[in-house]
């Protein structure tokens, strides 16, 4: 099933300012909340913003998304070595009646 | 605190079933949704659906129609998954996921080979 568009890779330098996008449509990011999760290799996906920009107690606030029409963000800033993971966004859509992931972007710190 | 505690992992052959469990602990499990989300080795994502451990409402992914049964268990504030007609590609780490994406389980290894 269709699901929500990132860019597959990409990389930055330390210290500098990441910003991964997820495409989607009217019946998903355009109309719900877009969940951000991080996952590093081995590990189940952890939580880092909700709701757009909502973001659960502990995570850091180098971390912030944002929604612009139905293309989702997430920014990262003061990019340390940890941050080197997959991202992945996730909402709603109303066509499918199911949740939909992206395919995940691989974030590479230099 | 509060935590998702899968089953170990199985190994199956093509065409036979497997019932994989996750027990909520630290909440009030029929508050919320449980999730099942799966993910082939080095692949993404994919949903595959979830169940109202309290009004028992439900959906699934069309991928997973007629092979998938999500169930829960309130008396042991425990969900299942059960997988038919196994095959291959089925061959992922599954994880059990409360609704918000916030709690995730460690994961479960399904591999299905001949």
């Known amino acids: 099933q269709a699901g929500l568009t990132q860019p597959p890779s990409v990389s930055k330098d330390l210290g500098q300012t990441a910003t991964l996008t997820c495409t989607g449509n009217?019946?998903?990011?355009?109309?719900?909340?877009t969940a951000w999760l991080q996952q590093h290799q081995g590990h189940p996906p952890k939580l880092l913003s909700y709701?757009?920009?909502d973001r659960p107690s502990g995570i850091s606030e180098r971390f912030s998304a944002s929604r612009s029409g139905n293309t989702a963000s997430l920014t990262i800033t003061g990019l340390q070595p940890e941050d080197e993971a997959d991202y992945y966004c996730?909402?709603?859509?109303?066509?499918?009646?199911?949740?939909?992931f992206g395919g995940g972007t691989k974030l590479t710190v230099l | 605190q509060v935590q998702l505690v899968q089953s170990g992992a199985e190994v199956k052959k093509p065409g036979a079933s497997v019932k994989v469990s996750c027990r909520a602990s630290?909440?009030?499990?029929?508050?919320?949704?449980i999730n099942w989300v799966r993910q082939a080795s080095g692949q993404g994502l994919e949903w595959m659906g979830y169940?109202?451990?309290?009004?028992?409402?439900?959906a699934h992914a069309q991928n997973f129609q007629g092979r998938v049964t999500i169930t829960t268990d309130t008396s042991t504030s425990t969900a299942y998954l059960e997988l038919n007609s196994l095959r291959s590609e089925d061959t992922a780490v599954y994880y059990c996921?409360?609704?918000?994406?916030?709690?995730w389980g460690k994961g479960t290894t399904v591999t299905v080979s001949s």
């Open positions: 009217s019946n998903n990011i355009g109309n719900h909340g």
């Open positions: 169940r109202n451990p309290n009004s028992g409402n439900s």
């Open positions: 709701r757009n920009n």
């Open positions: 996730s909402t709603w859509d109303n066509s499918l009646s199911a949740v939909v």
């Open positions: 630290g909440y009030t499990f029929s508050t919320y949704d």
């Open positions: 996921v409360r609704e918000g994406l916030d709690v």
